[in-house]
């Protein structure tokens, strides 16, 4: 069923038309606001808290630190998921949305607020780790189902082009959280940053969430949208009867995007920390170019919507894991090059990324039950995030400062050969596309 077919009676015209660019629009603003909350912390996670939180230890263990923490927020939203599911059968999609967005909000901002370990001593390490946990549960919740709208919205032909859309919302968000930090780092002194400078892209972050909330609300209030509720197109099912039912699909599903997901923290939070330790790089110089590179990435999930319409979803993900295998095998060494060597790993790294992500989520989406699309595409996005990228700054910078960058080269292929593994298995994407 599509927008266009669903009849909405005359009293409810007061409500508006709403149109797959309106519906792209308000996924663009959601997924952006989630993204921006994310790269702050990610940022944060190797600029600040190392010092602020973890004074007592090197500065790689620090960041190892941090980046256990950053990955909680992973292991968290898969129950946050399940919790919010129910809120949403229970009082709706509009009580859901309002509730995990301030909780989001509320711990970004909390975040912002914390004394450092010179301060709390441990018990500021546990404030941050049950924040950071406030994050991932109530991204749980941030799961609205307009980009589901968005493909039953899909003309026939042009899935891939609508597929790309709420992807852009990645480098977007990484685009703004890295000026602004790049802004704070050059205009503070290091010791002003360090101790309030770094608070303010949070507070934006809980800015951000508000317009976010109302941009989604008002098209998850629509009768349209209602009405595809209640045809059960976008129901929520409880969680374990759709994990009981689909588990197959959803395994395959969160296997799908694993070479994407991978290099997604291999060009976003580990070179920052790679950089930042083993370099003399100036973190201010790195962040613009890492803005610069995400622009490029933002034009190659474009261009990936086009291909995948041309050639088909499936061989796009199977070419780009390719692609991202040899990628892996030379690429992060160019990190210990220069200048020049980061220029060309940054810009080359977010065009594969784009092409790739771009095309990576709810990759097997439609081969769910109607009754479980909802549920399922959700669950399937948190286990792709949880084992794809998750532990990847973690496990990329503690295997190159262990073993040198060709390690987590090593990591990158894994992620790829996972890829290829799950397209080869779900013979049904290749008869959806």
């Given at each position: 069923m599509t927008a266009a077919a669903i009849d909405v009676p005359e009293a409810e015209a007061g409500h508006g038309h709403v149109s797959p660019g309106d519906i792209a629009i308000g996924v663009i603003i959601g997924r952006t606001s989630e993204f921006f909350d994310f790269f702050v912390y990610a940022i944060a996670s190797v600029l600040v808290f190392?010092?602020?939180?973890?004074?007592?230890?090197?500065?790689?263990?620090?960041?190892?630190?941090s980046f256990a923490i950053f990955a909680l927020a992973f292991v968290a939203r898969p129950v946050g998921s399940f919790a919010f599911m129910a809120i949403d059968r229970q009082y709706g999609r509009g009580v859901k949305l309002t509730s995990a967005l301030f909780l989001l909000g509320g711990s970004t901002a909390a975040i912002a607020f914390l004394p450092g370990y010179a301060t709390l001593g441990s018990s500021a390490i546990w404030l941050l780790a049950l924040f950071r946990m406030g994050?991932?549960?109530?991204?749980?919740?941030?799961?609205?189902?307009?980009?589901?709208?968005?493909?039953?919205?899909?003309?026939?032909?042009?899935r891939g082009w609508y597929a790309m859309i709420p992807q852009l919302g990645a480098p977007l968000g990484l685009i703004v959280a890295s000026l602004l930090f790049a802004f704070f780092t050059a205009s503070l002194p290091a010791a002003d940053f360090l101790e309030w400078g770094w608070r303010f892209p949070f507070f934006v972050a809980f800015a951000i969430n508000v317009v976010a909330l109302f941009a989604r609300l008002r098209i998850v209030v629509t009768p349209e949208f209602q009405?595809?509720?209640?045809?059960?197109d976008l129901q929520p099912e409880r969680a374990s009867v759709t994990l009981r039912t689909e588990w197959k699909t959803i395994l395959i599903g969160a296997l799908a995007p694993l070479a994407s997901f991978a290099l997604f923290h291999m060009v976003t939070v580990f070179p920052l920390s790679w950089v930042f330790l083993f370099t003399r790089e100036e973190p201010t110089r790195f962040l613009v170019i890492e803005a610069a590179a995400a622009a490029l990435g933002v034009a190659a999930i474009v261009v990936s919507g086009k291909l995948a319409d041309r050639i088909g979803r499936r061989r796009l993900l199977g070419y780009c894991a390719a692609t991202i295998a040899v990628f892996s095998g030379f690429a992060p060494q160019l990190l210990d090059l220069g200048q020049g060597g980061e220029i060309a790993f940054m810009l080359t790294g977010f065009v594969l990324l784009g092409l790739s992500f771009g095309q990576s989520s709810g990759a097997v989406s439609a081969n769910f039950g109607t009754r479980h699309r909802y549920t399922g595409s959700a669950l399937t996005s948190d286990l792709a995030w949880l084992l794809g990228a998750g532990f990847a700054p973690l496990v990329a910078l503690w295997l190159s400062a262990q073993f040198g960058l060709l390690a987590s080269g090593a990591y990158l292929l894994s992620g790829a050969v996972a890829t290829m593994a799950a397209l080869w298995l779900n013979n049904e994407l290749a008869r959806t596309n």
């Open positions: 190392p010092q602020f939180f973890f004074p007592f230890a090197d500065p790689l263990t620090g960041t190892l630190w994050q991932g549960f109530a991204l749980g919740g941030t799961w609205d189902g307009l980009a589901s709208l968005l493909a039953l919205n899909a003309p026939e032909g042009r009405t595809l509720f209640e045809t059960r």
